[in-house]
């Protein structure tokens, strides 16, 4: 990378609030947009951030800022919200500068320091041991991520940080999904709330309901200084990538599938799945009281879907 301060160039999917020649010719139309799609993900970040109760009074909040796009807005509405909220918490935030080669370890300190952000800066050569220990070729993503969690609960608890906010977004836990679900058999995301892996600490995700293409409107229209990750950022064959690029054709060619998918992450009818160690099914028996989540639970909820009925009318019995 031989720019500090370049941007990634936006996804062909994502439209810009205003181009910077638009925006020069109509600047207070940019300037509202802008203000429009800042007060959006406030919105999302605060519900997101109340529906999962994420932060308490006296927290001291850890956010951990990549350089990219979605961290930066994470920090950015968290700075927001701070400032309005009647509940007071501290943000410290947090790099791992993981020693890429042309990484510009100068960007974030300087941006930090002007926005008058708490932060520190922690270097340790992650980067010399992925490449090391993973052929070339392979994905690097699982052991780089395991590298960098076990060094960010390290410093959480020299910081004295009680939360870890990461800045994944919507479109981050929907790929998850159906990363577990295709390959890994199960059905599991990224939660908004959870104990990291050596229960000492609470790992928040207050990006949970926006939409990457959001935030990098957001991103661009704000001019933050994107540092592109030159390790995982440069792997073309992640099946993270082949799902996101299968959840952007779902969301052209079907409208609302995408939201109406997220929205069923939290609304799960436990009693109608397959695990065993959710349902006794051996002590399934027939009462004689009508059970509300019985065998209907998808029959009068999907558009346009024949009652029984009418099923039985079309095809009747013989």
């Known amino acids: ?84 909220s009647p509940h007071p918490f501290e943000i410290v935030a947090v790099n791992l500068d993981q020693k890429q080669p042309g990484f510009p370890a100068d960007v974030l300190p300087r941006y930090l320091a002007h926005r008058g952000v708490a932060f520190r800066i922690v270097e340790q050569d992650t980067y010399s041991v992925v490449k090391r220990l993973i052929p070339e070729g392979a994905t690097m993503c699982s052991l780089c991520s395991r590298l960098r969690r076990g060094v960010l609960y390290r410093v959480a608890t020299e910081i004295g940080a009680t939360k870890i906010a990461l800045g994944h977004h919507r479109d981050d836990l929907l790929a998850t999904f159906f990363l577990n679900l295709f390959h890994g058999g199960k059905l599991k995301t990224m939660p908004p709330k959870l104990v990291s892996d050596d229960g000492k600490h609470v790992v928040i995700r207050p990006l949970a309901y926006v939409r990457e293409r959001d935030l990098a409107r957001y991103a661009q229209a704000c001019g933050f200084p994107l540092i592109p990750c030159t390790l995982c950022g440069s792997q073309v064959n992640l099946q993270r990538k082949q799902v996101a690029a299968l959840l952007r054709e779902w969301e052209k ?56 009925a009418g099923a039985l009318a079309i095809a009747p019995l013989r």
């Open 253 to 308: 060619r079907f409208p609302g599938r995408i939201e109406s998918i997220f929205n069923a992450l939290g609304n799960v009818a436990p009693t109608h799945l397959l695990d065993r160690t959710l349902n006794d099914f051996a002590a399934v028996r027939a009462t004689g009281t009508p059970q509300p989540d019985g065998d209907r639970a998808f029959d009068d909820d999907v558009p346009d879907a024949p009652s029984l």
């Open 1 to 84: 990378m031989s720019d500090a301060t370049a941007t990634r160039a936006p996804s062909p999917d994502i439209a810009p609030i205003a181009s910077p020649a638009a925006a020069r010719r109509d600047p207070r139309k940019a300037a509202f947009e802008l203000a429009k799609l800042r007060k959006r993900l406030r919105r999302q970040v605060g519900e997101a951030i109340a529906d999962y109760a994420m932060i308490d009074d006296g927290d001291r909040v850890m956010v951990c800022l990549s350089g990219g796009k979605d961290s930066y807005g994470l920090l950015d509405i968290l700075l927001s919200l701070q400032r309005r």
